[in-house]
């Protein structure tokens, strides 16, 4: 049997994100040992055993390989270049940090996909500067119009446009991007032969030749209730944050923004008219600071900017900055201004910053990663540099 | 010469705030003293020298109280129990306790008027239970439609609006409380006599039936640049808090609502759509924190409500409290949760909170005043009561 038999077959047997394989991956089990240790029942497989019972004696994995196939699209794995590792670790490294409630609530699913069907281009290179927009189906022109501006906005700086494919805000964004000549990526929450909505084939079709569509499930699995909210996470882990242009009490498209903010991501939400409850779920992330409040693209692209890159203003400076922290942007300094010797909560940072929770630990996760902060348990503190800066 | 006739004497002769006139006037100095003390070019005068070298010499107090009677009105003044004095104390104490940057920025012109004149009903009256509602001259379908929603929603629950008189959100805040049969503030930069914008001089008299129409300026006075700022900061005084409806850039409205901040009073903004540029500055206030954003009549109402009145959520438990602690609000109740023992500023408090830094200091003042918090400087923390609450 392949390794990428083995992936697939993991793929339909168990289904959606699950924590003991990301464990036992982890701890370098290897994806044809874990395959047969399901297979034979082996006991060091743990919960996997029951997440199995039902399924494992089916092997439709070449089936499956062969369906993908057909529709002109691969299995990406862990093992391929173009798995999005980096966007991975950070989303699902961040989660399992426990440095923010909001991923501890939803940590129970907050593990990486173990595979990706996709047809399109590389999904590495589609995703390395990519934002997520999302919105209710239920759209207004309102919506429509702001969804169109932000998304000429990002695609014009070669953005890729994530989002879920559904009706309403979803295909606005995938559209506009389409129309820009940008790329755009569908994440699906069904198998790749499904076309969910069946009136977007066309849209698909069309994105999958500048950009892609892709899912964590199989060919033949069909959208339900609970693979849309994992579809969220997903959507959300790939990308560097995500908007919500218009949604009202419990869209689905909040969903999607708890996960960037679970998952370390930047949180944005776009306001709207009062006099519609159209933006009603934005408006409450931004009055409860889980959301940084957002309305044009250039300002999306300076909350996504990383350390090194032009700003919008046209930083160039930044460039030759002489050390790190002479190269911070604008948000990243005022997070690293809020750090003391002690050691500081995310939270404290955010109240200090004036910035939001969930875009105060991205940053701060990041000038970790930089070497100009350290974490200390749940404390950030400066790394100490006397004189240097 | 009567009292009246000397405050009248000083409206014209002292145009505006002036602060070494509040200043004489706290340190106990007579109305009638300070008035003989300008006429006759006396040194303990101060400041008052050169600011009256002018007009010192033309007294037409009586010409100005017959035309204001001649106008159905009146002349208020610090004497009368009509004059707003906790509004008064608590908006410009607030500016010269030096608790915000934003008062610091504001504080040449952050003193009480001397004299109000007025046509229609009592100012004390209209103003216990208001707020300040302002916006743009070029309001947009939205802005209105979002006006006329809030005022409504203000109005039914006998809450006075206040607004500058103006085109556009003013006009329609005052025309929607009226049409409510509810009761309406408009605060001129002009003389009475004036009715600027002249459009609006039915207006006006209708506001005079049930409200009142009022300037801290003597009859014939003209409407000037200077006035207009000077009228926003008693506009901002007058009420609880300001609500901006709609603003794009450099809108004078975003100015009332730097003096509500400045002034301790609670700062709101409206969203609006992004895909015009009519909401920019109300967006840009609340991305910054420096606004609350609001969405509802509701909303306002609890942001304005004070401890023991009957919150938007019927929480009638309140008035039976058996503490002053257990009878805070929800916001007051996270602002007195962000303080300890030790001591916080006003922005560590805000952070804590997540409230605005204004909301925080206004609600901070307000528990200071019910025994509940000390100020310390500008450090502010619990009242030491082991084991009450």
Redesign the interface.
């Known amino acids: 049997m392949s390794r990428t038999r083995a992936w697939a077959y993991l793929s339909r047997c168990v289904e959606g994100p699950n924590r003991q394989l990301q464990a036992l991956l982890a701890n370098g089990r290897d994806v044809e040992e874990i395959v047969q240790g399901i297979k034979r029942r082996e006991t060091w497989v743990g919960d996997l055993l029951r997440a199995t019972e039902a399924r494992y004696q089916f092997d439709q994995s070449q089936q499956d390989l062969d369906a993908i196939s057909r529709l002109g699209g691969r299995l990406v794995t862990p093992d391929d270049a173009e798995w999005p590792t980096n966007e991975f670790a950070q989303a699902f490294g961040f989660a399992a940090s426990g440095l923010s409630d909001c991923a501890r609530s939803v940590q129970d699913d907050a593990v990486a996909p173990h595979v990706l069907w996709v047809r399109g281009k590389n999904v590495r290179e589609l995703v390395a500067r990519s934002v997520t927009v999302v919105g209710t189906r239920a759209l207004s022109t ?1 919506g429509r ?2 969804t169109r ?1 932000l998304v000429q906005g990002l695609v014009g700086h070669q953005w890729t446009i994530v989002s879920g494919g559904a009706l309403g805000i979803d295909a606005v964004a995938h559209n506009t991007a389409l129309d820009c000549g940008g790329r755009t990526i569908v994440v699906a929450a069904c198998g790749l032969d499904r076309n969910y909505p069946s009136s977007h084939t066309g849209l698909f079709d069309k994105v999958v030749q500048r950009g892609a569509i892709l899912s964590e499930y199989p060919p033949g699995v069909t959208p339900a209730r609970h693979r849309f909210l994992t579809r969220n996470r997903l959507a959300a882990a790939l990308t560097a944050g995500t908007v919500v242009v218009e949604a009202a009490w419990r869209s689905g498209a909040l969903n999607t923004l708890t996960w960037a903010e679970g998952l370390g991501k930047v949180a944005m939400a ?6 519609t409850p159209g ?2 779920g934005c ?1 409450d992330r ?4 889980r959301a ?2 957002v ?2 693209a250039n300002e999306i692209r300076q909350l996504l900017s990383r350390v090194g890159e032009i700003d919008v203003d046209g930083q160039y400076e930044m460039l030759f900055a002489p050390n790190t922290v002479q190269s911070l942007s604008r948000n990243e300094m005022r997070v690293f201004d809020a750090l003391n010797r002690e050691g500081c909560t995310a ?2 940072v ?3 910053a ?1 910035l939001t929770v969930s875009l105060s630990v991205h940053i701060l996760v990041d000038l970790v990663k930089r070497g100009v902060v350290v974490r200390d348990g749940g404390k950030f503190k400066r790394v100490e540099n006397e004189g240097k800066y």
Chains 1, 2 share one sequence.
């Open positions: 309102y119009d702001a501006m776009v306001p709207g008219p009062i006099s933006s009603l408006h931004i009055r409860s600071g940084q409040l309305v044009s939270d404290e955010a109240g200090a004036g």
